[in-house]
């Protein structure tokens, strides 16, 4: 009776751990996703100041070269 006891306790303790072992894949999988998907916006928002800042310095060559060629008289 004690063994028999003892093997449906470990039948449920191994189905405790698998289930627990299946909640930590998934916590994986979505901290996988989330680590992706803020290296993404990352990327994005790198790509957005670098864009913000190439306009800025064509904003400003091309002032500058207006005022270059107001102060020619061209």
């Known amino acids: 009776i004690r063994i028999a006891h003892a093997s449906q306790k470990l039948v ?29 916006k990352r990327e994005e928002f790198r790509e957005e100041q670098i864009r913000r800042e190439q306009k800025e310095i064509d904003d400003n060559v091309s002032m500058r070269f207006e005022i270059n060629k107001k102060s020619r008289g061209t």
């Open 12 to 40: 449920e303790i191994e189905k405790l751990v698998e289930a627990k072992r299946e909640v930590l894949r998934q916590k994986a999988m979505d901290k996988k996703i989330l680590e992706r998907l803020e290296s993404k």
